[in-house]
């Protein structure tokens, strides 16, 4: 299956998804979302070299190939993104029915996601069980969304502690701050040359390397490697690149969690895309900020 297929298959499922979101029951709208992250991850299975968060930017229109998706998705990476995630919790179309056989509304599920994932936020197996019988009770949908946002401030927001060692990170801040101004402006200037002339002519493997990573940093749930850094490159792109490397090294992501302190997740995110960009001048001359 190549990407224009499987553009082709998803397209169905993302338009019942937008067309019928309100009259949906919740376990309506988490199966039909099923089926795309299926279709995801055995797209993946076939392409392991391709990480997730890249492959959204391809199905979205932001395409390195030769062959240009632009105009032909307007998939959106955050549905995509949710997709996925609700394929690696519900192992089988069936498991969903039967662990939310009376869900009420898709986003009341959206938002206990965390406690589902796998990650430093997902629940034990009894936390888990009890916060399934909330989200198929007969209580009202605000009442649900109430508690579910309880638990979140309760469990998230209360959990990450304060870190006096956020401040080891402020050269790191500014790194990030100063590379992800100079990219936006240049995109907004279109002035390519201005952008690549520090990266001296490196391959489309760098641009993949560089730009998954730093989309991997916005989240736990993708994994970052360390990536070779041509000699070609310098000034600025050498200590960006350096900088994400350090982090792609660590095994312990601790260090990792306190920078998405510093900066916003959707910032890097953003970046990454940027990054992803100027692989083809046409690919930066169609970017929208």
């Known amino acids: 299956m190549n990407l224009n297929e499987l553009i082709t ?38 392409n392991k070299n391709i990480a997730p968060r890249t492959l959204y930017h391809q199905i979205y229109g932001k395409s390195e190939q030769k062959t240009n998706i632009s105009q032909k998705s307007y998939i959106t990476r955050d549905f995509l993104d ?8 519900f192992k089988t179309k069936n498991a969903i029915k039967k662990k939310l056989p009376t869900l009420q509304r898709y986003r009341l599920f959206y938002k206990s996601m965390p406690f589902f994932d796998e990650g430093r936020f997902k629940m034990s197996e009894l936390d888990q069980k ?44 500014k790194i990030f701050i100063t590379t992800y101004n100079f990219v936006f402006n240049g995109i907004k200037e279109r002035v390519y040359e201005k952008v690549v002339k520090d990266l001296g002519g490196t391959d489309m493997l760098f641009f993949k390397d560089l730009s998954m990573n730093v989309g991997a940093l916005s989240s736990d749930q993708l994994k970052m490697s360390p990536f070779v850094i ?4 310098t000034g600025i792109w050498k200590e960006f690149s350096e900088m ?25 995110t953003r970046l990454s895309e940027m990054v992803y960009a100027l692989n083809s001048k046409s ?7």
């Open 9 to 46: 298959k998803i397209i169905p499922f993302y338009n019942f998804h937008r067309k019928n979101q309100i009259r949906l029951n919740g376990t309506e709208a988490l199966e039909n979302i099923w089926e795309v992250g299926d279709l995801l991850k055995n797209y993946l299975n076939e």
């Open 82 to 89: 949710r997709a996925y995630r609700v394929r690696r919790i």
């Open 130 to 173: 009890k916060l399934l019988s909330l989200l198929n009770s007969s209580r009202t949908y605000k009442q649900i969304i109430t508690e579910v946002e309880r638990l979140k401030i309760e469990r998230i927001g209360l959990k990450i502690p304060r870190d006096s060692k956020l401040n080891e990170l402020e050269n790191e801040k």
């Open 230 to 233: 041509p000699g070609t490159v």
């Open 244 to 268: 994400i490397n350090k982090l792609a090294l660590q095994k312990d992501a601790k260090e990792r969690r306190r920078f998405r302190r510093l900066i916003p997740p959707e910032k890097m």
């Open 283 to 289: 690919d930066f001359i169609k970017f929208r900020l």
